[in-house]
């Protein structure tokens, strides 16, 4: 049985006193009967020693939104993987949409990043998704397999069991769009099989395949009931404590 991931990814959102204050109240709001899921916050770099100390012993993980892939070096404005290591980082996401986007992020780059991240315990989440041009153009299957395919280049089958991949399809991203569960699910489960023809079908069984793209209270618990959905990646909704609880307790 997969335990749920449920992560909240506040993008460039909050400063350190509103960092601190979610974590207050998000702790209150907690209970312990979260014997199915985990759940992580990928707060903006600026936040993440803050957030950190103040999770401390709620059992919450804390996660960044990016990485550079080599170790050190003449690269302003970036961060290293060890300098995430040296904050207590659990998990890194790679590849969102929004970085491939504005910011140039390829196949090549996001390959580099993971293969990286493996020098360290952060496991990585890997964003996949179409756009609303090549759903309409009934290249989703291609176009995702592609990038699982090219972003999990070389990765050995322990590291890709690890690895959390989150199928967000661009359209759905801060539209209110959501893909149907069926929709959603039914690329999930693609996934895990291209994950199964390329590195075996144990590691298609153990790894956690997130649905991500206007994941709300209203519709986390139709989404992560899906049989191949294992959790959500959230970008609004996981602002507020009030309604990250609710999706936390789907
Ligand atoms: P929204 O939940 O705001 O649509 O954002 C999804 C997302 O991009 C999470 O990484």
């Known amino acids: 049985m997969r335990r749920k991931l449920v992560a909240g990814n506040w993008k460039m959102h909050k400063n350190i006193a509103e960092a601190k204050a979610f974590a207050a109240e998000f702790i209150d709001l907690l209970d312990n009967k979260r014997d199915n899921v985990d759940v992580l916050i990928c707060a903006p770099f600026t936040q993440l020693a803050a957030l950190k100390e103040a999770l401390k012993d709620?059992?919450?993980?804390?996660g960044a939104q990016n990485c550079h892939f080599e170790d050190e070096g003449a690269f302003t404005g970036e961060i290293s993987v060890g300098m995430l290591e040296e904050l207590g980082m659990d998990f890194c996401i790679v590849g969102h949409s929004e970085r491939r986007q504005y910011f140039a992020e390829s196949d090549e780059t996001c390959n580099k990043k993971l293969h990286k991240l493996f020098e360290?315990?952060?496991?990585?989440?890997?964003?996949?998704?179409?756009?609303?041009?090549e759903r309409e153009a009934e290249k989703q299957f291609e176009i995702v397999g592609n990038q699982v395919k090219a972003d999990l280049d070389g990765l050995k089958a322990d590291q890709v069991s690890q690895v959390v991949i989150?199928?967000?399809?661009i359209w759905a991203i801060g539209t209110g769009l959501t893909a149907s569960k069926e929709q959603a699910n039914?690329?999930?489960?693609?996934?895990?099989q291209t994950v199964g023809q390329l590195f075996g079908e144990e590691v298609a069984e153990k790894i956690l395949i997130q649905y991500g793209g206007s994941?709300?209270?209203n519709n986390a618990s139709e989404l992560l009931n899906m049989s191949d959905i294992d959790g959500a990646l959230v970008?609004?909704?996981?602002?507020?404590?009030d309604s990250f609880i609710q999706i936390v307790n789907y």
Do not use: D, N, Q
Request: hydrophobic share 35%; glycine share 10%.
């Open 235 to 241: 970008g609004g909704a996981s602002e507020k404590s």
């Open 186 to 192: 039914e690329m999930c489960a693609y996934i895990r």
């Open 166 to 169: 989150a199928y967000e399809p």
């Open 120 to 133: 360290t315990s952060i496991r990585p989440i890997l964003c996949v998704g179409e756009s609303l041009e």
């Open 215 to 217: 994941v709300k209270p």
């Open 58 to 62: 709620s059992g919450v993980m804390v």
